[in-house]
């Protein structure tokens, strides 16, 4: 039975049983979702979740490749993370930011200890797009500088500031709220803007293109450079090596602060605590979100070096949120540390990335004449889809709707991103679903096959 009419035009029901019917027809009628047509949109019913895996509430079972949205590290339902959310509600379930709460102060606590050198203190937002907004606040407070560096290729939230900071299309539709933002080319050897032959020849060019966008701006007048330390959605680049050293070198060479994006990339999903670790580098300040606490409660926050506290110490800060530093989020966030400890997720994202998913990954390029690059880190990865490998160009429209439709009817949820399969499953993932999820995007990448020239 036809229930509506899909964004490419074909009949679909609202499913089989009562319950599904039910939440599909009050999501359609009352729910307004994110960056969507309302009209053309049927989000999936998610009835359960448990690990790596959810159930829409006709039964039907998809191993999540996507972490939801890359934030569910520790995956659906982990019980130490319920436990202390359940514990922290049956005693303080919130509290306001200017008093002292000892959650609040262990995780700031935590955070700080397995943060950089000279690492001061945390503020708490709700979320990424936040912390980005305050990140740039602090920067341009403590600087007296109003203009801000960012990629082309990212994505840093979509409030005011961050919305202009992300470099993507998504930022097209939403005018230029903040002005002080000019956008700049990262590496991208693969597409490479620079025409470079080597890594370490894209890394130098880009830096020389970054010191050249400084010096047209004016250094006086630029408080921060803010980047993704491996950007996420927008393709999971590595920085080159040299690369992430020489954007610090330029910010200490003309007094900017470097503000690295680590929502997405930090806590565990590169195989380091934050990702800009594997670098050597020194960020000044630092947004995460999402695997804070998976997720399981809404939090953020910037990690603020002393430098830029101490800014501070005499002179108010000149911002707040009411929820930040929540309860609930920051007992969600404790938790998180024990158990990154207890099952030792940090060394399996490694052992995980470097001996089943990069091999595989390999592997499977040699095989698919569909995928151009294979790029990534930890449990965080791309296969950069094309039709043609000689002129690289991308894999679009109905061949990428085809492979991606081929692995949620085989069961997996994947990463889609532009012309990208990209693979972020929850960090708990046991090695034999690791290899399911990767048996079924082989299947998958037979359909993108079909649409090479
Ligand atoms: N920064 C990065 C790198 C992200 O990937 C995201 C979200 O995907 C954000 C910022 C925005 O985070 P939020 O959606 O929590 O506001």
């Known amino acids: 039975m036809s229930d509506f009419i899909d964004q490419n035009g074909a009949e679909q029901s609202f499913g089989d049983s009562d319950a599904q019917r039910e939440v599909r027809a ?39 490749f996507s972490s939801q949205l890359v934030n569910l590290n520790l995956g659906h339902q982990h019980p130490g993370l319920v436990k202390a959310i359940q514990e922290q509600a049956g005693r303080l379930a919130t509290i306001q930011p200017a008093m002292a709460n000892d959650v609040r102060g262990e995780l700031a606590k935590r955070i700080v200890e397995r943060s950089f050198d000279g690492a001061r203190s945390v503020f708490f937002t709700n979320g990424g797009a936040e912390a980005n907004e305050y990140a740039v606040r602090m920067a341009r407070q403590h600087t007296g500088r109003q203009k801000v560096l960012a990629r082309f290729r990212s994505y840093h939230g979509s409030t005011a500031t961050a919305i202009t900071l992300t470099g993507e299309s998504r930022r097209w539709a939403n005018g230029t709220p903040d002005a002080g933002v000019v956008h700049f080319f990262g590496p991208y050897q693969y597409r490479s803007e620079f025409y470079a032959e080597t890594p370490e020849q894209e890394a130098e060019r880009a830096l020389t293109h970054l010191e050249h966008t400084i010096q047209l701006e004016g250094p006086a007048t630029i408080a ?65 979100a999402k695997g804070v606490n998976s997720g399981y409660v809404p939090l953020g926050g910037v990690v603020i070096s002393e430098e830029i506290h101490n800014s501070f110490v005499e002179k108010p800060f000149p911002g707040g949120l009411t929820y930040s530093g929540h309860p609930l989020g920051c007992a969600a966030g ?13 060394e399996r994202v490694r052992d995980l990335g470097a001996r089943v ?13 569909s995928i151009g690059e294979v790029r990534g880190t930890g449990l965080f990865w791309a296969l ?28 997996l949820w994947p990463f889609a991103a532009g012309n990208r399969l990209q693979i972020a499953p929850p960090l708990v993932i046991s090695e034999e679903d690791l290899v399911r999820g990767l048996d079924i995007i082989d299947a998958a990448l037979d359909v993108a096959d079909g649409f090479v020239a």
């Open 384 to 411: 950069e889809l094309v039709t043609d490998r000689g002129t690289r160009a991308p894999l679009e429209g109905d061949g990428y709707n085809a492979v991606i439709a081929a692995c949620k009817n085989a069961g």
């Open 224 to 288: 921060a450079i803010i980047l993704e330390t491996v950007t996420g959605t927008n393709g999971i680049f590595v920085p080159p090596p040299g690369y992430l050293a020489g954007v610090r070198a330029l910010c200490d060479k003309y007094g900017i602060v470097l503000i690295c994006d680590e929502v997405m990339a930090g806590f565990g999903r590169t195989g380091e605590w934050f990702a800009y670790q594997a670098f050597d580098v020194k960020p000044d300040l630092v947004s995460f």
């Open 26 to 64: 009050n999501d359609r009628q009352y729910v307004f979702h994110s960056w969507s047509a309302q009209g053309k949109i049927d989000p999936i019913p998610v009835a359960k979740g448990e690990g790596v895996r959810f159930w829409d509430y006709d039964g039907k079972e998809y191993l999540d």
């Open 357 to 369: 998913v990069e091999p595989r990954l390999r592997e499977l390029a040699e095989k698919h004449p």
């Open 334 to 346: 404790v938790a998180t540390f024990d158990i990154f400890e207890e099952e030792g997720i940090i």
